[in-house]
């Protein structure tokens, strides 16, 4: 109260003071970003818990729904049962992370450049709209987000390619899909970091597709360094040609194994920092697919096995939507712009959770700026998921969808996530384990 | 006729059985997946009509067993492949039964059939008064070399041109035994259809091997492959520098085929010593190879079967043929006319048995000294992936040695070891190789480069300069190839193309070649060779529809191979693949062909040996036998244009 006085008098003294006292009360900034929902969860007018939003209610509820998803509602191509927000809770070693560290990240000249992160969200005030490089802030709190924990593996994960006309499943490939990341470790020793990493590697992807038959055995490994300025290293085995092809990494923007995915979009998004220009366009409440997996229609029929877990059903139009509930969640809204003006996306908007930094929703424009591709991906509470996963803190992606309005065409995703450390050994990682994996 | 011992080679699979026991592989906990396929595939060539009808079925099988003894992720795979080629019997009068048929072979002063050559034993007893010569007596040749059944040695690519042509037998060795090589190229009807069935060596098992970790307290791993397998050196496609651990069956579809398919399988330990990261490398593993399988060399394609590269499989069945039976040979023996000079041209000759051709094919036995062992060094460093290898092995082609045997001397009957004779033993050498691999990413041009290389000591090469007709050449090959990704968006919105080339380039260190009085005489082999290969691939449909374009350019050759395809994926489970093989160019090469190499002087003396009793050639020329060599296997394909049609399901 007594500062607020002060501010009347002083203004410009007072804006420094505040913004000291929000940087040397590290504690609250960092409940904030980690904790939105601890007092009160967001509500919209309109709005409530239980309601399914149709063609019918699209009209009175369009601004907490993104723009694509509300069109698709309009069209009569799918609804949106709208759940109870709840608090998908990181890991306390993340936020404990984020504590010891917050105070010496700091933003390079260039865009790609970071010093001081260890671990943890990198920036975890809130964003400001007059900051110009808030929207780069947000991309880094994704980018070293806790968004598959220390490592994780799909395991399996089913993409059926579909018509949206006419809902044929052209296409069904089954992957395993692993995630390592060997820096910025909070939770699994070794921490923060793997040693030895020569090449200071952040993190590896390792993908192998075990149907169907004219491509099973093929494996990616995509090596990403810490150096955010360094292009990824990839590699790709062809199990009919017995051996590992290196990628040129332009291969990123590339449609993936004939998906509408390339591998850009992986997990939302799968770039390097410095290949966009970001920009922070502000915080909104906007229902998300965040959900309880055990709560929801399952599918009976893709998947079965000995835990007697099963995958997200879809439906809707083309079977090309998750049959999921929603929750009204505080979203960043963040553009990125491709600085290589060849690359394919115009634009992409991204709908970053803020208390995960996950990307639920992004909406994906072409270069002449029209609507191209709507990806969502599916956010499952770990406790309410494979016993495994229960207490991990990780946003467990669980269900996605990349729809590629233009072509009518979408490619669907059924997950089963596992945070379980052996399921992604090191060895796993390397360009040797593709050889031997493979025939 | 060739009986055929069919003797099944499974001491390696019984080994592999004692091990399963000896680990306590327990399969109560286990994970067994199956998939494979059925296909037929046909081919149409352009001139012999149906070249190929295949119906194949193949069976691919893991069985995940988990921890098993030392070993964790432990699996059994295997891989079965059966098969049935009709165009043996739908296309007969080509490549099966009722192939081939009689054939005139030229001659200065007159062209004869086979077996009536214009020298023959007769001929040179009366004009010559040798009457102790061994040259072939028509009346007897018409008896145990009788004119059906054969075609003229590279008839189809060129004319007899003056130079040396005989007659190939090319039906199955069932039919007609003459010139098969026994355990080489001797398959019968059954086993050129069936070759999996009717193999000698279990093929129908492609593959069976037992696949585990054993994880070191260190955080490395040994990883163990015992068994029936491929084992894949090298980064590049079409043509092989480093990945020489298997043989290769060109048989199936020349080089034209997946090296996964073509390869031949064999019994192998292959352990891997995974060190993972250090302070250097951020992988870097070490393996050894042991193929202790008995030695099998590359099936290069019996003569009167589809494909036989470099025309190889009907030179020596031919040549195996005149050892055996003796023959006529076109254009040969220069004829004295009486009168001090000789009559125009060079005339049939009908040799004898045991004078000239294929005596033997000395196939190693299998003995530890015979087996063949590798070792790999792998690793990623920065941007960078290598390898380092090294491999002890038997060339799996064929080296024509001259003889070191005696053989009979047609003029007067005399049985010697002569110099410069065109008797051949078939060997398989001891290679010696020392290589390696790098690729690496450009990122200012987006492309990926991939380089190999490889030098060989130990391989063997014809040379008509030296007594035995051959010589060892240190070889260095190598490729450089760039594969780039790119977008052309106005017919490809979402999907990127493929464009991948390469350089393959092989140069003989110890190449010999020298003028003489008609021509170069020597090695007939490029001492240096460029081959340049091209692939743009593109995808549309969710990548369920992709035509391939590939170009493949010998440039010593003056060859090229153009390749369009298009792969439909119909569904998960049906694909359907048309393909459209074209070769461009007509170019044929002659060489010295050792008529003139006087291995039986003075009688083989030309007017250029200054000394008559001294073997050596003097360059006289024609396409065969050695011309095949510098066209290589492109131009000596030449006339195989292909339609290619592939139906397969899969599950």
Redesign the interface.
């Known amino acids: 109260m007594k500062l607020s006085i002060y501010c009347a008098a002083l203004a410009a003294i007072c804006s420094t003071l505040t913004a000291t006292s929000s940087l040397g009360d590290p504690g609250d900034v960092v409940d904030k970003s980690f904790y939105p929902y601890r007092d009160s969860v967001p509500t919209a007018e309109g709005l409530s818990v239980g309601m399914v939003i149709d063609q019918t209610n699209i009209a009175s509820v369009k601004d907490s729904v993104d723009p694509a998803f509300a069109e698709y509602i309009s069209n009569g191509w799918t609804t949106i049962k709208v759940g109870e927000t709840t608090s998908f809770e990181l890991h306390p070693n993340y936020v404990k992370a984020t504590r010891d560290h917050m105070n010496n990240v700091k933003l390079g000249e260039q865009v790609g450049e970071i010093t001081g992160s260890v671990a943890g969200r990198p920036f975890p005030q809130e964003p400001d709209l007059d900051d110009p490089r808030a929207g780069e802030k947000l991309a880094w709190n994704y980018k070293f987000g806790y968004n598959w924990g220390d490592n994780a593996a799909i395991y399996p994960f089913y993409w059926t390619?579909r018509n949206l006309e006419t809902a044929k499943a052209?296409?069904?490939i089954k992957f395993n899909f692993h995630f390592l990341n060997y820096t910025h470790r909070v939770n699994q020793e070794p921490t923060p970091a793997i040693t030895?990493?020569?090449?200071n590697?952040f993190r590896a992807i390792y993908v192998q597709v075990l149907?169907?038959?004219?491509v099973?055995n093929t494996q990616l490994l995509i090596?990403r360094a810490e150096d955010d300025l360094q292009?990824d290293?990839s590699?790709l085995y062809l199990g009919?040609?017995?051996?590992?092809?290196?990628?040129?990494?332009?291969?990123v923007?590339?449609?993936f194994?004939?998906?509408?995915l390339?591998i850009e979009d992986f997990e939302g998004y799968n770039g390097r920092t410095s290949d966009m220009e970001w920009k922070y366009l502000g915080t909104r409440n906007v229902l998300l697919p965040f959900y309880n997996h055990n709560e929801m229609t399952l599918d009976q029929e893709t998947h079965s096995d000995d835990d007697g877990y099963q995958v997200i059903a879809f439906g809707g139009k083309g079977g090309c939507f998750p049959d999921i509930t929603w929750q009204l969640r505080k979203v960043y809204e963040v553009e990125a712009i491709p600085v290589d003006k060849?690359h394919?996306v115009g634009k992409r908007v991204f709908f970053m959770d803020a208390q995960t930094f996950t990307i639920p929703r992004t909406n994906i424009y072409d270069r002449a700026g029209k609507l191209w591709k709507s990806f969502l991906i599916g956010q499952a509470h770990p406790d309410h998921h494979l016993p495994i996963n229960k207490g991990t803190g990780v946003s467990i992606d669980d269900s996605f969808m990349m729809l590629?309005v233009q072509?009518g065409?979408c490619t669907t995703g059924q997950f089963k996530g596992q945070v379980d450390p052996s399921l992604n050994p090191?060895?796993l990682f390397?360009?040797?384990?593709m050889?031997?994996t493979g025939? | 006729m060739i009986s055929n011992t069919r003797k099944r080679y499974s001491p390696s699979l019984g080994l592999m059985t004692m091990l399963l026991c000896t680990i306590g592989v327990n399969s109560a906990a286990d994970d067994t997946e199956w998939s494979g396929f059925s296909e037929a595939v046909t081919h149409y060539r352009d001139g012999p009509g149906l070249s190929k009808a295949r119906v194949g079925f193949q069976l691919e099988g893991l069985k995940f067993i988990g921890d098993a003894g030392i070993f964790s992720n432990f699996s059994i795979n295997g891989t079965l492949r059966l098969s049935y080629d009709g165009v043996y019997d739908l296309n007969d009068d080509e490549f099966g039964d009722e192939a081939g048929g009689p054939i005139i072979l030229e001659g200065g002063l007159v062209n004869t059939p086979h077996g009536q050559g214009f020298v023959n034993g007769p001929v040179v007893a009366g004009a010559l008064g040798l009457v102790n010569n061994a040259f072939a007596d028509p009346a007897v040749l018409a008896m145990t070399n009788p004119n059906q059944g054969l075609r003229v040695l590279g008839d189809h690519l060129h004319p007899q041109a003056g130079g040396v042509g005989f007659g190939v037998p090319v039906r199955p060795c069932d039919t007609d035994s003459r010139g098969c090589l026994r355990d080489y190229m001797d398959a019968d009807k059954d086993e050129l259809a069936a070759p999996e069935i009717f193999s000698d060596r279990l093929d129908f098992i492609r593959e069976l091997y037992i696949d585990g970790t054993i994880p070191l307290k260190s955080g490395q791993q040994i990883d163990v492959r015992l068994g029936k397998q491929q084992v894949v050196w090298g980064r590049t496609d079409l043509f092989r520098v480093l990945d020489v651990i298997n043989p290769v069956d060109f048989s199936r579809n020349n080089i034209y085929d997946e090296l996964e398919d073509i390869r031949i399988p064999m019994w192998i330990l292959h352990t891997e010593y995974r060190m993972g990261s250090n302070e250097v490398f951020d992988d870097i593993n070490l393996s050894m190879v042991w193929n202790f399988d008995k030695f099998r060399p590359s099936n290069l394609g019996q003569c009167g079967t589809p494909n036989a590269i470099l025309d190889a499989g009907c030179f020596f069945r031919g040549m195996k043929n005149l050892w055996e039976n003796g023959g006529t040979v076109s254009n040969f023996a220069a004829v004295p006319d009486g009168a001090g000079g000789t009559l125009p041209g060079l005339q049939t000759t009908d040799f004898g048995p045991n004078q000239i051709g294929i005596r033997n094919v000395d196939l190693p036995d299998w003995s530890l000294s015979n087996t063949q062992l590798g070792f790999k060094l792998e690793g990623v460093i920065q941007d960078f992936t290598f390898s380092l290898n090294a491999l002890m092995f038997r060339s799996h082609l064929p080296s024509l040695r001259g003889s070191d045997f005696e053989s009979v001397n047609a003029f007067t009957g005399e049985s010697a070891v002569f110099d410069h004779l065109i008797a051949f033993d078939v060997a398989f050498p001891r290679v010696k190789l020392l290589g390696g691999s790098l690729d690496y990413y450009a990122q200012s041009i987006d492309t990926v480069f991939r380089m190999e290389a490889a030098y060989t000591s130990g391989e063997e090469f014809a040379n008509t300069i030296q007594p035995r007709l051959f010589s060892e050449s240190d070889v260095v090959r190598y490729v450089i190839g760039a594969d780039r990704n790119f977008f052309m968006r106005a017919i490809n919105k979402n999907r990127a193309f493929l464009l991948s080339m390469q350089v393959f380039g092989q140069h003989l260190l110890d190449h010999e070649t020298q003028s003489a009085a008609f021509g170069t005489i020597g090695m007939p082999d490029w001492e240096e060779n460029w081959i340049a290969t091209a692939l743009l691939k593109g995808w549309w449909m969710n990548d369920r529809l992709s035509p391939q374009l590939i170009l493949a350019h010998d440039f010593r050759g003056e060859a090229t191979t153009v390749e369009a395809s298009m792969d439909w994926l119909i569904s998960d489970n049906w694909q359907f693949i048309v393909k459209a093989n074209v070769k461009l160019g007509d170019k044929q090469f002659q060489f010295d062909d050792c008529r003139t190499c006087n291995p039986w002087g003075p009688f083989t003396a030309t007017p250029a040996h200054a000394d008559p009793f001294q073997s050596g050639s003097v360059g006289l020329q024609g396409f065969e036998p050695l011309g095949r060599f510098r066209s290589g296997p492109i131009g000596m394909a030449q006339e195989e244009d292909e339609i290619q049609i592939t139906v397969r399901y899969r599950f």
């Open positions: 390619y052209e296409r069904q030895p990493n020569p090449s590697l149907e169907p038959f004219d099973k090596h292009r290293n590699y009919f040609q017995r051996r590992v092809r290196r990628l040129a990494t332009g291969q923007t590339d449609s194994l004939g998906s509408d390339m060849n394919p590629d072509a065409h090191t060895s390397t360009v040797q384990n050889r031997a025939k």
